[in-house]
C-alpha cells in the first residue's frame, strides 16, 4: 500500500528516557513534516524537511531532534523526555510544501 | 499571525441531514487550504484541496468553498451518514500548514 507509516504506533516510558519515532513514505515526495497533537487536539507543526534539508524549525526545545537519512525517511529523536511530551506525533509527506499533505497513522506518546 | 478557527465546535445531527461546517482565518494571504477528517485514535484523512485561486472543489458528497478575501470556507456535506462521524479539520497553507479547532461531527441513524 502506498502510504505514510510510523513506528510505533504507542509509546509509554518514563521521565528522562530518550526514545524515537520513525516515519517512512512511499509515496514519492520530497517533503516530510513532524506535526504534535496535544492533549485539546490541537494540531501543530515542528519540523519540515525538503530533499533531506531542514526547512521548518517551529520553536520545539532542542530535545526535540528529527533526522532525514534519505527523502522517504524521518525521524524524530526526543531526550530527556518530559511529562508535557505527550502528546500525540504525526508524521505527513507532500510533493513541496504547497501540495496536498498525506498524513500517517500516529504515534501515541504517553511520558510518566 | 495566522488564526483559524472553526465554527461550531461540535455538531450532532440525524441521519440524511445536509450539512455546513465552517473555517475562517485571520490573513487572507494564503496559498491553499485543505480538509481534513481525524477518526478517533487515527490520522487525518486529507479530503479536498482548494487552491488560493480556486473557488470551490467537490469530491462525492462534499463540497468545499474557499472565500480568500473575506478569510472563509465551507465545507459542505450531502445527505450526511453514521459513518461520517469524525472531527473535520480546516488548514491553511501559508509557508506551513496551519490547522483550526476542529468541527466534531456525529451523525446519529
Known amino acids: 500500500d502506498t502510504a505514510v507509516s510510523q513506528t510505533p504506533k504507542y509509546l509509554v516510558t518514563q521521565m528522562g528516557n530518550d ?34 534539508e531542514l526547512i521548518i524549525n ?8 528529527p533526522k532525514s537519512p534519505d527523502k522517504a525517511h524521518l525521524n524524530l529523536h526526543i531526550n530527556s523526555l518530559e511529562l508535557g511530551d505527550s502528546a500525540v506525533y504525526f508524521c505527513a509527506s507532500s510533493k513541496q510544501g504547497r501540495n496536498e499533505q498525506y498524513f500517517g497513522p500516529g504515534t501515541r506518546l504517553t511520558v510518566t | 499571525k495566522q488564526e483559524v478557527t472553526q465554527i461550531p465546535a461540535a455538531l450532532s445531527v440525524p441521519e440524511g441531514e445536509n450539512l455546513v461546517l465552517n473555517c475562517s482565518f485571520t490573513d487572507s494571504a494564503i496559498y491553499n487550504l485543505q480538509w481534513f477528517r481525524q477518526d478517533p485514535g487515527k490520522g487525518l484523512t486529507s479530503l479536498l484541496l482548494i487552491q488560493s485561486s480556486q473557488r470551490e472543489q467537490t469530491s462525492g458528497r462534499l463540497n468545499a468553498s474557499l472565500d480568500k478575501s473575506s478569510g472563509r470556507s465551507t465545507l459542505y456535506i450531502a445527505a450526511s451518514q453514521p459513518g461520517d462521524s469524525a472531527t473535520y479539520l ?6 506551513k500548514l496551519i490547522f483550526g479547532t476542529g468541527t466534531r461531527l456525529q451523525v446519529f441513524p
Open chain 1, 19 to 52: 526514545k524515537s519515532i520513525k516515519c517512512e513514505q512511499n509515496l514519492g515526495h520530497d517533503t516530510m513534516y513532524w506535526y504534535k497533537q496535544d492533549s485539546k487536539k490541537f494540531l501543530k507543526i515542528m519540523f519540515s524537511y525538503n530533499n533531506k
Open chain 1, 58 to 65: 517551529e520553536t520545539v526545545p532542542n530535545r526535540f531532534s
Open chain 2, 90 to 95: 480546516c488548514a491553511v497553507y501559508t509557508d
